[in-house]
T-cell receptor
Framework: DAGVIQSPRHEVTEMGQEVTLRCKPISGHNSLFWYRQTMMRGLELLIYFNNNVPIDDSGMPEDRFSAKMPNASFSTLKIQPSEPRDSAVYFC????????????FGQGTRLTVV | GENVEQHPSTLSVQEGDSAVIKCTYSDSASNYFPWYKQELGKRPQLIIDIRSNVGEKKDQRIAVTLNKTAKHFSLHITETQPEDSAVYFCAASMGKIIFGKGTRLHILP
């Protein structure tokens, strides 16, 4: 397996534009997590899915952020409209949906909003 | 909400000495405690984990301890080497995985 795959690796966009980040989890994994990493706030959990269903989205910063998981092999995180303070590295991770399961991270998407 | 506190935020140790990173968690339902290492520009990767029914686990130069009563857990790295320089994250999980803010470890020559 190629591991968790995220795209794009880098994204530079202008303030106000819509940004879509993509994630393909490891085949057979049925938990998926989206994290945002900044120097100040560390690794923040934005949302997590079990079997394609959002279980906890309490970390989503505001209505500008939305996430979907239409099937077991694909998830998106969308920011609309984007703002400079959204600049960060966004990681997707997946794991088996059972207690005490290791999460595997993708390479991350570095987002810069100018 | 759930919270994981991690200390220190930065740690410098002489090569060959030991490093200790400590974490506390708030949700008593947490039953899985992984530790991740993140090198500059790379993704976090699991280095060791401990489950709630175990008090201690060791893997070569790395050990973790867990005190469920006090909601504390710690990472110990012995005989540190230059390649141990990285950011280390603790986490607590009860399904969703909550991370501490990280410890930047510098190994001094």
């Amino acid at each position: 397996d190629a591991g968790v795959i995220q795209s794009p690796r880098h994204e530079v966009t202008e303030m106000g534009q819509e940004v879509t980040l993509r994630c393909k989890p490891i085949s057979g994994h049925n938990s998926l997590f989206w994290y945002r990493q900044t120097m100040m706030r560390g690794l923040e959990l934005l949302i997590y899915f079990n079997n394609n269903v959002p279980i906890d989205d309490s970390g989503m910063p505001e209505d500008r952020f939305s996430a979907k998981m239409p099937n077991a092999s694909f998830s998106t995180l969308k920011i609309q409209p984007s703002e400079p303070r959204d600049s960060a590295v966004y990681f997707c991770a997946s794991s088996l949906a059972r207690a005490r399961a290791e999460a595997f991270f993708g390479q991350g998407t570095r987002l810069t909003v100018v | 909400g759930e919270n994981v506190e991690q200390h220190p935020s930065t740690l410098s140790v002489q090569e060959g000495d030991s490093a200790v990173i400590k974490c506390t968690y708030s949700d008593s339902a947490s039953n899985y405690f992984p530790w991740y290492k993140q090198e500059l520009g790379k993704r976090p990767q699991l280095i060791i984990d401990i489950r709630s029914n175990v008090g201690e686990k060791k893997d070569q130069r790395i050990a973790v301890t867990l005190n469920k009563t006090a909601k504390h857990f710690s990472l110990h790295i012995t005989e540190t080497q230059p390649e141990d320089s990285a950011v280390y994250f603790c986490a607590a999980s009860m399904g969703k995985i909550i991370f501490g803010k990280g410890t930047r470890l510098h190994i001094l020559p």
